[in-house]
């Protein structure tokens, strides 16, 4: 079913092309070079129409002023088309004067579009690592409150809910710069986890005051790039 969807929009778009030409080459007799630079900008316009149409939903949020970034090349293949057909009316316009008009209108185009693009694919990897930054804390709060439940030492238990404390009032927000430290506080968590049973309660207390201690370098480095 999808495919057949797929086929019927391919064919519809490759009707356009077809009565376009048909169209042309039937009302013109003469094909001087400003006609075949129109020509070639109006399918050029079209074929960045197709290419957005296909490329845009997969992305997300491709805004540009407010609007979504395909209506940018709806609007290109629009102005584009408009020009041509004028051009392509009035041949005696010197080719020249219309390869620039249509070499700026195009290189404004897909300045915008790169732009654009490059904005939106910024936010997505910002957006993703803000995800993982969410996930960090989640993981790392949740691997604390399952060991309060598993010790009975009430001076451990105690020092571990201090320790999922300082986790949930931690920053999600992160930075690059972090990536180690906070590697080595979840390496340290899994440690412990691995060996609260088996470690004497002065050991378990040192690795929650050092992992307390990270956490607070890092909660204070943070700090410091907002």
Known sequence: MRNNSKTINIITKLIFIVVFNTIIFLTVSEFTSTFWVAYVFIHIAYLS???????????KNAH?????????????????????????????ISWILVLSIHLIITGVYVFIYLVNVSANKSTIQAE???????????IASVEIEQLMYDVNDQCLAKALEDLYD??????????????DLEMNIMQEIKTLKQHLVTMDEATTLTMIQSIKQQLLERNNKISLFN
Not at 49 to 59: A, G
Not at 77 to 84: D, K, V
Not at 129 to 135: A, K, P, V, Y
Request: contains cysteine; charged residues 10%; proline residues 5%.
């Open 49 to 59: 129409l197709i290419i957005t149409s296909y490329t845009i939903p997969k992305v």
């Open 64 to 92: 540009v002023f407010g609007y979504p970034l395909l209506y940018l090349s709806y609007a290109f293949f629009i102005i584009t088309f408009t020009l041509g057909i004028v051009f392509l009316i009035f041949k005696d």
């Open 128 to 138: 993703k690592h803000s995800q993982e930054n969410i996930l960090y804390i989640k």
């Open 166 to 179: 300082l986790i949930c009032s931690s920053q999600v927000k992160s930075h690059p710069s972090l990536a």
